[in-house]
């Protein structure tokens, strides 16, 4: 039953169910209409577009995409072509990273003397590294190297020992035994801790090289 428009007619009216059948297939089309203006106007915002993320990448000239990928993925792309600033700084890099990650956060590190720098993210944070590296390398400045490094957090190993005494008479020093089976002997013992490291190597143009790049 029609709730807004079945207010604006007589009383009479309301009982017949042919006249709220009329206006519930108003009110409805009416909300549909609504409902698309309402999702045209969002395809306007590239932080709220979705199926108009392709009139985005379109007028931005950006080099397509797989098909299925996330709509978050193809969105940071858009975010970080639109906000390219006159000067690249460190700062405007990490923005640019970083929309790249859940928590929209980015670490550059920079080594002058070498010229180049690294993109350090969290690895449990990143939504699209190959993304992301083609975004800092469309966007740097084109003497400059980089390293993309997603970056694990730090575990804690913690080893417990606990200590016992036990009233045994144990052998003096210099004396042999055949068998080893006293209780309350104190061994040595020890926990080995390993670690592994995953890295992307990427072969970067040298500097003062210069390059032919297809339109």
């Not at 604006?8 to 409805?28: D, F, H, M």
């Not at 920079?110 to 180049?116: A, T």
């Not at 390398?137 to 575990?155: D, Q």
């Not at 002997?185 to 390993?194: A, F, H, L, W």
Request: aromatic fraction near 10%; charge should be negative.
């Amino acid at each position: 039953m029609s709730q807004r428009l079945i207010f604006l007619i007589p009383p009479y009216y309301r009982k017949s169910k042919i006249t709220n059948g009329i206006l519930g297939a108003i009110e409805s089309e009416s909300d549909r209409c609504v409902d698309f203006a309402l999702d045209v106007i969002k395809q306007g915002n590239p932080t709220l577009a979705t199926w108009g993320l392709s009139n985005w990448e379109n007028q931005l000239k950006l080099p397509p995409v797989p098909e299925g990928t996330a709509i978050e993925t193809r969105r940071a792309r858009v975010l970080s072509r639109l906000n390219i600033p006159p000067l690249i700084t460190p700062k405007e890099m990490e923005k640019i990273a970083g929309e790249f990650t859940k928590s929209k956060q980015a670490t550059v590190v920079e080594y002058g003397r070498e010229k180049r720098f690294d993109v350090v993210v969290d690895i449990d944070d990143l939504l699209d590294y190959e993304r992301l590296a083609e975004s800092v390398f469309e966007m740097r400045p084109k003497h400059l190297s980089f390293s993309v490094l997603a970056k694990t957090k730090p575990e804690a190993i913690t080893v417990s020992v606990s200590s016992r005494s036990f009233e045994v008479e144990y052998p003096i020093c210099g004396q042999f035994y055949a068998e080893d089976d006293l209780e309350g002997r104190i061994y040595k013992e020890s926990v080995m801790v390993g670690e592994a490291a995953r890295t992307n190597t990427v072969d970067y143009p040298l500097t003062n090289t210069f390059y032919s790049v297809p339109e």
